[in-house]
Nanobody, 122 residues
Framework: QVQLVESGGGLVQAGGSLRLSCAAS????????MGWFRQAPGKEREFVAV????????YYADSVKGRFTISRDNAKNTVYLQMNSLKPEDTAVYYC???????????????WGQGTQVTVSS
């Protein structure tokens, strides 16, 4: 069982930056791949980025590639999403998720946080 709590969301102007954090409970955090997803109003939840259990592999959605960076600190049981050059279309609730698989597929993830709102103004 893994419990996840996101933080770091907020309101930012276009071109600005935010760093999201996701703190995990439990002693098995280092066994899980961690993903970030987002959901805008009226849209389906979509993949943003994923990192494998030891941090050696990452993958990004094309829409965020080159602007967002996912990282993790297994000693702190935390995964991060550094978001730069933010655009209004990045506005969404951002969720972190954990699974034993390194996957982009939303429904494959077993554990989810409650989400944190990111709003980018134009």
């Amino acid at each position: 069982q893994v419990q996840l709590v996101e933080s770091g969301g907020g309101l930012v102007q276009a071109g600005g930056s935010l760093r999201l954090s996701c703190a995990a409970s439990g002693r098995t955090f280092s066994r899980y791949a961690m993903g970030w997803f987002r959901q805008a109003p009226g849209k389906e939840r979509e993949f943003v980025a994923v990192i494998n259990s030891n941090g050696g592999s990452t993958y990004y959605a094309d829409s965020v590639k080159g602007r967002f960076t996912i990282s993790r600190d297994n000693a702190k049981n935390t995964v991060y999403l550094q978001m730069n050059s933010l655009k209004p279309e990045d506005t969404a609730v951002y969720y972190c998720a954990a699974d034993t698989l390194f996957t982009l597929v939303v429904h494959k993830y077993d554990y989810w946080g409650q989400g944190t709102q990111v709003t980018v103004s134009s």
